[in-house]
C-alpha cells in the first residue's frame, strides 16, 4: 500500500534518516519505535508527503506522493499529532466537521446529510456526543486528544497516521483510545501506522515494529515478538532492558532494570581506568556514594573524561587518539599509591592502553585491591596480549565481576 | 440572570444596532431633527426642502459610506486574525496603513488638492505596501510570523518617509494630513459610494466563500495541511482579499483605527469563532458601529467635526476592556 524505496532524508544537509526500505501492508498497525530524535516523527511527515525527500521515494499504491494535492492526501491519511493546538474556541462539533473539509462535494457542502452524519458518528465513536456543544478551548488534555481522533475519523481515510497521539494521557484514556484504534482497524480495515514510546501498548497491538536506532536507520522490522528482544531493545536504547511475555495476552513485556539499591563508600579511595564511556555510570554511582575518586588515563574529549572532570575529580587526561605516554602513566602511578581499590573498567584494550594493565600487576604486587568489571577476551585487539594480561592479574588475585551492582556491593564491604 | 439570556440580550441589541445607528446619522449634526421631523422627511415628495436635501444628498450618503467603511474594516480583521492566526492581528498589521498614509501625504504634498486623486494615492501606497510584504514574505512561503515582521517593518519605513515629508510640508498641508491620518469620512464623495459597495460587496462574498479555507488555517499551518487545505494558495488568496478591502476602506475614510480589531472580537465572544456565521455578523456590526462612531464624531461638537477614528478608540477600547475583565480571555 505504502512503498519506501531508498528514502534518504536531512535537514540543511545532515543526514537523519538513511536509506529505508519497507512495505507498508494494507490493513496492518505498524508502530515505529526508536530513541528520541532519530527522526520517527520525520518519517510520518515524509510518508504523507509534509516533507519532501532528499533522495528516494514514497509511493501510495504506486504513485509517488509528491504529485498528490493536499487535497488528494488529505482523502487517503488523517493525522493525529501529539498535541493538538487549539487558539480559536470552536465548539468540538464545528471543530470535528473541519475534517469532512476534504470529503466536501462543492465549495457550499457544510451541512448536507452526509457530512452531519459522518460528524455524528465520529463523536458517537469517541463518546465526545456528550461534549459536542462545548468549546474546544475548555476541553481536558484527553478529551481534546480524543477531539482529534474524532476529527481524524471523520476525514475518513483509508489510513490513519499517529504521531505519539496518546503519550500524554492517563493510562484508562490511552487503552480506551486504543481499543478504538483496534476496533477501527478490525472492522474497517483502516491501515494504522503510529509512533510511539509506549512498548507494551505497542507489543499488544501492533502487526509489526519498525524500530529505528539513533543514526536512523532501520534497526529491525517485524513482528512484535522478532523485534522486542532484550539484546535488540538495549543495543538500540543504550540501556538495559529485560524483555518477559506478558502472561495474559503472550506478548512481549518490558521490564524496567531500575536499581533501587543505594550504596555508600563514604572517603573509600578508589581509582577508576575507564574510557569510551565505559566508566560514565559507574562514575557517577561512585561519586554520590562519597567515594575519594580520581581517574585516568583518559582521553580528552572522551565521554568519561568529560564526566571526571565535571564532576571535580583528579583526572589523568591524554591527547585525543594517542598511546599513552610515559609521563602520564607514571602520573598515573603516582596517583595509585594511595589508592586502595583500583577499578578497571576500560573495555577495550589495544597496544594504545595495554600499558595500564601494568599499573594493575604493579597495584596488586603493592598489596592493593584490583577489581575488573565486565571483561571479555573478544575486546581484546592487541593479538591476545591483553588477555593474557587479565588472566595473569586474576591468578595475582584480581576479582572478576561481570555485574557492575555485584561490584558496588563488594565495594561497601571493604572497611576506610 | 445568566450568561446565557445576557448574551442573547447582546446579540439582540447588536442586530438593531444598524437601525439604530442610520436612525441617529440621519437625525443629529448641526441640525438636529426630531423623530418626527424626519420621519416627515422621508416621506415627504417635496424635493426642494431644506431638511430633505440634509438627509439625502447628505446624512444618507455619509452613513452608507461609514457602514461599508466599517464593515470592510471589520471584514479584513477577522481575515487577518484568522489568517495569520494572532488575535492582535488588525487590517493595518502588515503595512497598509503605513502604505496608505504614505501615499495619501505624497499626494497631499504634491499638491493635490482633489479627495479622488488623494484617495487614489492612499490606495496605491496600500497596495504597493502589502504587494512588498507579500514579496519579502513569500520567500519563506507566507509563514506567519514572516508577514507579520515584514508587514511591521513596512510599515515603519513609511511611517519614517511619511515624517520627514510632513516635515518638509508647509504648514496647511500637513493639517491636511493629520486630518486625513486620523480618519474622517467627510473627505469622501458620495458619488464613490457604488465603486464601493461593489468593492466590498465582491469582497465579502469572496472571503465568506472561504470561510471553511479560513476555519482550517486557523488550526495551524501543518493540520490545516492534514486536513486537505492547500495553505499558502488559501493563505495568499485571503490576504489579497483582505488586503484589497483596506486598501478601499483606507482610500475613502483614511485612516480609522480600532474598528478592525475590536469588532471581530466582540462578534466572536457572541457568535463564536467558526467563520461561516462570523463573517456576516462582523460585516453587519462593523458598520453600524462605524455609523454610530460617526453620528457621535459630528455631533458633540457641532458643527464642528471630531476626527471618527477619536470616536472608534474612544467607543472600543473601553468595551473592550470591559468585556476582556467580564471573560477573562478571549
Not at chain 1, 339 to 350: C, F, H, P, S, Y
Request: charged share 15%; hydrophobic share 50%; proline share 4%.
Amino acid at each position: 500500500m505504502i512503498e519506501v524505496r531508498e528514502l534518504n532524508f536531512g535537514y540543511n544537509g545532515d543526514s537523519l534518516l538513511r536509506t529505508l526500505n519497507f512495505t507498508v501492508r494494507k490493513g496492518e498497525i505498524l508502530t515505529i519505535l526508536g530513541p528520541n530524535g532519530c527522526g520517527k516523527s520525520t518519517l510520518l511527515k515524509l510518508l504523507r508527503g509534509q516533507l519532501k525527500t532528499t533522495g528516494g521515494s514514497v509511493k501510495w499504491e504506486g504513485k509517488d506522493i509528491a504529485g498528490f494535492s493536499a487535497l488528494e492526501k488529505a482523502r487517503r491519511v488523517a493525522v493525529v499529532t501529539q498535541f493538538t493546538r487549539v487558539d480559536f474556541p470552536y465548539k468540538v462539533r464545528d471543530f470535528v466537521a473541519m475534517g469532512r473539509y476534504s470529503q466536501r462535494k462543492h465549495l457550499f457542502d457544510f451541512n448536507g446529510t452526509g457530512q452531519r452524519q459522518a460528524v455524528d458518528q465520529a463523536l458517537a465513536m469517541t463518546d465526545l456526543l456528550p461534549l459536542a456543544e462545548r468549546p474546544v478551548t475548555v476541553l481536558s488534555g484527553g478529551e481534546l486528544q480524543r477531539a482529534a481522533l474524532a476529527r481524524a475519523l471523520a476525514q475518513e481515510t483509508p489510513v490513519l497516521f499517529l504521531d505519539e497521539a496518546t503519550s500524554h494521557l492517563d493510562i484508562n484514556h490511552r487503552l480506551e483510545l486504543s481499543d478504538l484504534l483496534l476496533r477501527q482497524n478490525r472492522e474497517r480495515q483502516t491501515t494504522i501506522i503510529q509512533v510511539s514510546h509506549d512498548f507494551d501498548l505497542s507489543a499488544a497491538m501492533s502487526d509489526r515494529i519498525l524500530l529505528f536506532n539513533e543514526q536512523g536507520e532501520i534497526a529491525a522490522l517485524g513482528t512484535p515478538a522478532e523485534v522486542m528482544t532484550g539484546p535488540i531493545l538495549s543495543k538500540v536504547f543504550r540501556a538495559e532492558i529485560k524483555v518477559e511475555q506478558n502472561l495474559l495476552t503472550g506478548t512481549p513485556h518490558i521490564v524496567p532494570c531500575f536499581n533501587t539499591t543505594a550504596f555508600r563508600f563514604d572517603g573509600l579511595r578508589i581509582h577508576l581506568l575507564c574510557g569510551g564511556g565505559s566508566g560514565r555510570t559507574i562514575l557517577r554511582r561512585l561519586h554520590l556514594g562519597g567515594a575519594d575518586l580520581s581517574c585516568g588515563p583518559v582521553n580528552r574529549g572522551d565521554s568519561d573524561q568529560l564526566t571526571a572532570t565535571t564532576l571535580n575529580l583528579p583526572t589523568i587526561d591524554e591527547q585525543p587518539f594517542q598511546p599513552l605516554s610515559t609521563a602520564k602513566l607514571r602520573q598515573t602511578g603516582q596517583l595509585l599509591e594511595s589508592v586502595r581499590v583500583l577499578i578497571v573498567a576500560t573495555q577495550w584494550w589495544g597496544p594504545g592502553n595495554l600499558a595500564c594493565l601494568e599499573l594493575a600487576a604493579r597495584a596488586l604486587d603493592n598489596g592493593q585491591l584490583v577489581y575488573l568489571l565486565k571483561q571479555d577476551p573478544r575486546h581484546d585487539f592487541a593479538e591476545g596480549q591483553a588477555w593474557a594480561a587479565i588472566e595473569r592479574l586474576v591468578k595475582q588475585g584480581a576479582q572478576q565481576f561481570d555485574d557492575e551492582e555485584l561490584l558496588l556491593e563488594q565495594l561497601t564491604t571493604l572497611d576506610v | 440572570m445568566n450568561k446565557r439570556s445576557r448574551n442573547t440580550i447582546w446579540k439582540g441589541l447588536l442586530l438593531l444596532s444598524p437601525l439604530i445607528a442610520l436612525f441617529l446619522c440621519l437625525t443629529v449634526g448641526s441640525t438636529i431633527l426630531s423623530p418626527g421631523e424626519l420621519l416627515a422627511t422621508v416621506f415627504s415628495s417635496d424635493r426642494q426642502a431644506l431638511n430633505t436635501t440634509i438627509v439625502w444628498q447628505i446624512r444618507f450618503p455619509r452613513a452608507l459610506l461609514a457602514a461599508l467603511v466599517g464593515a470592510s474594516l471589520s471584514l479584513s480583521g477577522v481575515t487577518f486574525q484568522g489568517v495569520l492566526r494572532n488575535p492582535l492581528a488588525d487590517p493595518y498589521l502588515l503595512g497598509v496603513s503605513g502604505g496608505a498614509a504614505l501615499g495619501a501625504v505624497i499626494g497631499i504634498s504634491l499638491g493635490l488638492q482633489s479627495p479622488l486623486l488623494i484617495a487614489v494615492f492612499a490606495f496605491l501606497g496600500a497596495i504597493a505596501a502589502l504587494l512588498s510584504v507579500y514579496l519579502i514574505a513569500q520567500a519563506h512561503q507566507c509563514s506567519t510570523h514572516t508577514l507579520i515582521l515584514s508587514g511591521v517593518m513596512i510599515g515603519s519605513l513609511a511611517a519614517a518617509i511619511l515624517l520627514f515629508l510632513l516635515w518638509r510640508a508647509p504648514a496647511d498641508a500637513t493639517r491636511q494630513a493629520i486630518f486625513w491620518l486620523a480618519g474622517n469620512l467627510a473627505l469622501a464623495n458620495p458619488d464613490w459610494l457604488v465603486w464601493g459597495a461593489l468593492w466590498f460587496v465582491i469582497g465579502f462574498i469572496l472571503i465568506w466563500v472561504f470561510a471553511a479555507q479560513l476555519d482550517l488555517l486557523t488550526q495551524g499551518e501543518e493540520s490545516a495541511a492534514d486536513l486537505g487545505l492547500n495553505v499558502a494558495r488559501s493563505r495568499l488568496i485571503l490576504f489579497i482579499l483582505a488586503g484589497a478591502l483596506t486598501a478601499g476602506a483606507v482610500a475613502m475614510a483614511g485612516l480609522v483605527g480600532f474598528v478592525g480589531l475590536v469588532v471581530p472580537h466582540i462578534c466572536r465572544l457572541l457568535w463564536g469563532p467558526s467563520h461561516r456565521i462570523l463573517i456576516p455578523f462582523a460585516a453587519f456590526f462593523g458598520a453600524s458601529f462605524l455609523m454610530l462612531a460617526d453620528a457621535l464624531s459630528r455631533s458633540i461638537y457641532a458643527p464642528a467635526e471630531i476626527p471618527v477614528g477619536v470616536i472608534t478608540a474612544l467607543l472600543g477600547a473601553p468595551f473592550f476592556l470591559y468585556l476582556l475583565q467580564r471573560r477573562g480571555g478571549l
